[in-house]
Structures are given as C-alpha cells and as structure tokens.
C-alpha cells in the first residue's frame, strides 16, 4: 500500500485580532491553519470605556487579555505586526513585524477585522503589554485627579464614561453632545431612559453643544484647554475633557482603494464579502457591512466563519447572510454594583444581577464559551 496523502490545510489570514477578530481565528483553527496579524500582543478591548475609567483592575480581568492565556490560539500562527500592504490580485500580504524582517504570506482566504481608530481608546500603534499599561494607567491618574471633567460626545462612549464617573465621585461631570436627546441609533425608548439615569447619577448635561476641535487634533488625548463651541455658547473649562465624538479613521491603509468607500470602510455585500473578491471577508467597526457598521455587535462572525468555510470548500451558493438589527444595542454603562443593564433593540432592557452576570455571563459565557478556555496565566 501506498503512503498517506496528508492534505495541506487551507491558510486563513485574520488581520486584527480585537473582539471580533479572535473570535473568527479561534473558530476557523480547527479546520484551517490561521495566520493573526496584531499590532499588540493581547486582545485589547474597546470596549466598556466607563468601567476602564473608574475600576481598571476589574476591567482588566475581563477585556485586556494576553494572547497566551487564550487555549484556543494556541495552533494559531501568531504575528505581532502591521500590514503594510495587500495584494489581493495575488492572494498575498506583507507584514512588518514588531522585529525582525518583513514577511510575505499567501491566503486562501483573508479575514480583515483591523478596527478603527476613535479617541485615545482604539488606535492601531504597535505596542506591548508594558507601554499598554502605561498609557492605561496615565490616563486613569489623570482623571482621578480632576475635580471638574467635560465628556464631549454623546454616543455609547460618552455617556457610558460620564455616568461611570459621576457614580464614582470626587468630580463633577459635565456631559456635552450636539442632539436634543444622546445616544443616536439607540431605540428611542432607550435615549429617554439614558436622559434619566444620568440626571439621577450626577451628571449635568447640556444638549445642543457642537465642540469645536482644535485644528488638527483627532480627540487622541485627554485636554485642559477650554472647549469652544460652533453652536454659540460660551467656553467651557474643565480640569480634563475627554473627546469621545465620534471621529473613527478605519485601519485600512494597507488596502487598494477600490474595496473602500468614501470613508475609508471596507466594502462588502449582505455575506460580509468583499465584492469581486470571492475570498475575502471583512467584519466588524472597520466593514461598511450596514449604516451603523454593526457586524461586530451581531453576531457577525458566525456569519464570516461559516461563508469562509464554504468558501475553502469551493461552495458559492447557499452563504450565509449578515442581517443587522434596526438599533443599536448591548451594555451601555458596564458591570455596576446593581449589576448589568443590556439595552435591546426594540428598547427594552435587561438587568442581570452582578453575582450572575460575573459568574455566568463574564465568566462562563464569555471566558469559556466565546473565547473556548483561558489560562490563569501566560504560556
């Protein structure tokens, strides 16, 4: 009898590997050999901004999580890198790795979930975990010595850092945002309940603010100038302000023009696939997948995992759709001490219990079951 023929497994290249993206790479490991391409050399969150703010070590314990603790990446070919070009023509990508020489590597199919950058909280600069703590721990002592903090924006961001502020105490919040009502894209009933709740948490809030941002600045930073205002009031000073209006600059650089809307966004049709490119996928903040670019937030990498599987097995029809929800939803101001509140899309909402929402949905449901296991430590 003949040797056995060993079939070469598919390479899967992920760029990015935030929320979405390591859960796209942990899922398509068991059946593929996947290439991660990160700046960082852990799973940084964007998100719960609030609770970051006010409580860092629990945040941490749930939303900074080195790639060595997940069990799941454990096959996976990890680079701590940039693209710094894609050659889709030719199924190929050249990174530059934190050190060492650059490096090519050819796809069979390619995973763009590379984020987008928005305030000092979500950029794509190379960093490791000690300039990570470093800048998380700057911005935290900065806040935590103002008495007077302005949070200008208000979207999901802004309202969930001025309310986990004011309930912490020691300063006064100011809220500022541009609409009558913050939260645009949430379900009405929503924006009327967030109006409540911070007036009952302490926050002043003044609508119908539009800042102006000093020339050239991009909301990266915290800032003590006084803010001006295009819509006619008088300055504001405060002893910090934090920008979060919403100035997102995708990360696709490395991408020709042709797959990118006027924005920058990554196109792709109703199967979260780049058009005219059969093998190439995007999902999450970076894919201009529907209005409020929301794949990340529903389920879309059940969507990308499966198109790409079918895909690696030469099957065009029969690709799953990405069907988005009408409003935004999910949890606005993080684990409180009442526990987690989870908005719907229909403008309902959930309070689940902070003993059942540690235990349960943090700690079983997203450690084991999203991420598949995570060690105590490091490998």
Same mark, same amino acid.
């Given at each position: 009898m003949g040797a056995a023929v060993t079939r070469r497994r598919p390479t899967v290249v992920v760029a990015g590997l935030g929320d979405t993206g390591v859960l796209v790479a942990t899922r398509l490991a068991r059946s593929c050999h996947v290439v991660g391409i990160s700046t960082r050399p852990a799973l940084v969150s964007g998100q719960e901004l609030g609770t970051r703010l006010t409580d860092l070590p629990r945040w941490r314990r749930t939303y900074l999580v080195p790639f060595g603790r997940f069990r799941r990446l454990d096959d996976i070919d990890l680079v701590h890198g940039r693209?710094?070009?894609?050659?889709?023509?030719?199924?190929?990508?050249?990174?530059?790795?934190?050190?060492?020489?650059?490096?090519?590597?050819?796809?069979?199919?390619?995973?763009?979930?590379?984020?987008?950058?928005?305030?000092?909280?979500?950029?794509d600069r190379l960093e490791d975990l000690h300039s990570i703590d470093i800048s998380l721990t700057a911005v935290n002592q900065?806040?935590?010595?103002?008495?007077?903090?302005?949070?200008?924006?208000?979207?999901?961001?802004?309202?969930?850092?001025?309310?986990?502020?004011?309930?912490?105490?020691?300063?006064?919040?100011?809220?500022?945002?541009?609409?009558?009502?913050?939260?645009?894209?949430?379900?009405?009933?929503?924006?009327?309940?967030i109006v409540r709740r911070l007036a009952s948490d302490g926050v002043v809030v003044h609508p119908q603010h539009r800042a102006e941002l000093p020339a050239g600045f991009t909301g990266d930073a915290l800032t003590t100038d006084p803010i001006g205002w295009s819509s006619g009031q008088e300055p504001f000073t405060a002893d910090a302000v934090v920008w979060a209006v919403g100035l997102t600059r995708p990360h696709t650089s490395f991408l020709p023009a042709e797959v990118l809307d006027a924005e920058g966004f990554v196109l792709v049709d109703a199967h979260l696939r780049v058009p005219g490119r059969r093998n190439v996928f995007a999902?999450?903040?970076?894919?201009?997948?529907?209005?409020?670019?929301?794949?990340?937030?529903?389920?879309?990498?059940?969507?990308?995992?499966?198109?790409?599987?079918?895909?690696?097995?030469?099957?065009?029809?029969?690709?799953?759709?990405?069907?988005?929800?009408?409003?935004?939803?999910?949890?606005?101001?993080?684990?409180?001490?009442?526990?987690?509140? /989870?908005?719907?899309?229909?403008?309902?909402? /959930?309070?689940?219990?902070?003993?059942?929402?540690?235990?349960?949905?943090?700690?079983?449901? /997203?450690?084991? /079951?999203?991420?598949?296991?995570?060690?105590?430590?490091?490998?």
């Amino acid at each position: 009898m003949g040797a056995a023929v060993t079939r070469r497994r598919p390479t899967v290249v992920v760029a990015g590997l935030g929320d979405t993206g390591v859960l796209v790479a942990t899922r398509l490991a068991r059946s593929c050999h996947v290439v991660g391409i990160s700046t960082r050399p852990a799973l940084v969150s964007g998100q719960e901004l609030g609770t970051r703010l006010t409580d860092l070590p629990r945040w941490r314990r749930t939303y900074l999580v080195p790639f060595g603790r997940f069990r799941r990446l454990d096959d996976i070919d990890l680079v701590h890198g940039r693209i710094v070009e894609a050659d889709l023509a030719s199924a190929t990508i050249t990174v530059e790795p934190a050190t060492g020489p650059a490096r090519q590597i050819h796809y069979d199919a390619f995973v763009i979930a590379t984020g987008v950058s928005n305030g000092f909280w979500r950029h794509d600069r190379l960093e490791d975990l000690h300039s990570i703590d470093i800048s998380l721990t700057a911005v935290n002592q900065q806040l935590a010595a103002a008495s007077t903090i302005a949070v200008v924006g208000g979207g999901a961001t802004g309202v969930s850092v001025a309310d986990n502020l004011a309930r912490r105490g020691g300063a006064q919040v100011h809220l500022f945002h541009s609409g009558d009502e913050p939260l645009p894209g949430f379900h009405p009933d929503v924006r009327r309940w967030i109006v409540r709740r911070l007036a009952s948490d302490g926050v002043v809030v003044h609508p119908q603010h539009r800042a102006e941002l000093p020339a050239g600045f991009t909301g990266d930073a915290l800032t003590t100038d006084p803010i001006g205002w295009s819509s006619g009031q008088e300055p504001f000073t405060a002893d910090a302000v934090v920008w979060a209006v919403g100035l997102t600059r995708p990360h696709t650089s490395f991408l020709p023009a042709e797959v990118l809307d006027a924005e920058g966004f990554v196109l792709v049709d109703a199967h979260l696939r780049v058009p005219g490119r059969r093998n190439v996928f995007a999902l999450g903040d970076v894919a201009a997948s529907d209005p409020l670019r929301s794949s990340a937030r529903n389920w879309g990498y059940r969507v990308v995992v499966a198109n790409v599987r079918a895909v690696l097995r030469g099957r065009e029809t029969g690709l799953r759709r990405f069907r988005p929800a009408p409003y935004r939803w999910g949890s606005l101001l993080g684990l409180q001490s009442d526990g987690l509140t /989870v908005v719907q899309p229909n403008g309902r909402r /959930v309070r689940i219990p902070r003993p059942i929402a540690e235990r349960l949905l943090l700690g079983t449901f /997203v450690q084991r /079951v999203l991420y598949g296991g995570l060690r105590r430590t490091d490998r």
